[in-house]
């Protein structure tokens, strides 16, 4: 979710687009999931979704997430973040949905 590459599939989604925008966020490192985890992972769930938790069994992402400086302001409350999400998630469904349209 925090790669910098626009070609991966989950970089346009609104959640990811929201704490971009909010937050400041820095890869420490990774680890052997065992340092963090000594249990055994259950078996994923969902087929569809088996490939995204292959990683996970094997080692985690350490991350620094920080709020920006900027966060909430006078002008910017916290309901205006609820709206800001709201329209980042109706309008970025597709990825060619274009904001603002061009001529």
Do not use: C
Not at 23 to 47: M, Q, V
Not at 61 to 67: A, F, L, N, T, W
Not at 89 to 95: A, G, V
């Amino acid at each position: 979710a925090f790669d910098d590459d626009p070609n991966v599939k989950h970089f346009h989604r609104a959640k990811n687009i929201f704490l971009r925008t909010f937050y400041d966020i820095k890869k420490l490192g990774s680890l052997p999931r065992t340092a963090l985890f000594p249990w055994e992972p259950e078996k994923p769930w969902r087929k569809r979704f088996a490939k995204y938790y292959v990683r996970d069994s094997v080692e985690m992402d350490v991350v620094k997430i920080e709020p920006k400086v900027d966060f909430f302001s006078k002008d910017f409350t916290r309901h205006d973040a609820q709206i800001f999400y709201y329209f980042l998630t109706i309008h970025l469904r597709k990825r060619n949905t274009r904001i603002i349209p061009t001529f």
